[in-house]
């Protein structure tokens, strides 16, 4: 939720997001997006293993989730990891898409940022499948001043709008 909290995120606003923590008001989706959704989940343990394919290591999948270790409401729940040649921890998103992107798309990117500065991961790949079975590995470097604003807007919105009583203005979400 970092980028809907960030007002990056085109598919909910801050305003909607804070419906759905506060007031569990979830949005409404048409049976299509839906679909799409559980394909995306469904999807998932084949894009890791043709991850593993490409990358030629193994993926752990972890059953937990990671905490921030100040603010226990910023949490990660990520597709996988591994150790790359130095040993350091790399987390791997997976992402089914219909129609594929060519470079990640700003919500993606403040997802896996947010992800990797909870973990303290130092780099992402994001895996992407298309509809038509295009496959792509997309890298993605963790960028320390983003996860800075990210953490301070994400603890400035929680305070004020999850546990305040303040509501953002209206943006035409339903």
């Not at 990671?66 to 603010?71: G, L, N, S």
């Not at 990210?150 to 004020?160: A, C, H, L």
């Amino acid at each position: 939720r970092s980028a809907a909290v960030c007002g990056k995120n085109v598919h909910q606003s801050v305003y909607a997001t804070v419906m759905e923590l506060r007031y569990g008001k979830k949005p409404q989706f048409t049976q299509r997006t839906i679909d799409k959704m559980w394909l995306g989940t469904f999807l998932e343990s084949g894009i890791i293993l043709k991850t593993e394919e490409k990358i030629k290591r193994q993926i752990f999948t972890p059953e937990v989730t990671f905490v921030d270790e100040d603010y226990r409401f910023l949490i990660a729940h990520i597709d996988g990891c591994f150790q790359d040649d130095d040993g350091n921890p790399v987390l791997v998103e997976c992402k089914y898409s219909e129609h594929g992107f060519e470079s990640i798309p700003i919500y993606y990117k403040y997802q896996i940022n947010h992800y990797m500065g909870i973990c303290k991961m130092k780099y992402c790949l994001l895996a992407m499948l298309t509809g038509s079975g295009y496959f792509k590995i997309f890298r993605e470097d963790f960028d320390p001043e983003l996860w800075e604003h990210q953490r301070k807007t994400s603890v400035d919105f929680w305070e004020r709008y999850i546990e305040g009583d303040e509501i953002p203005d209206a943006d035409g979400s339903d």
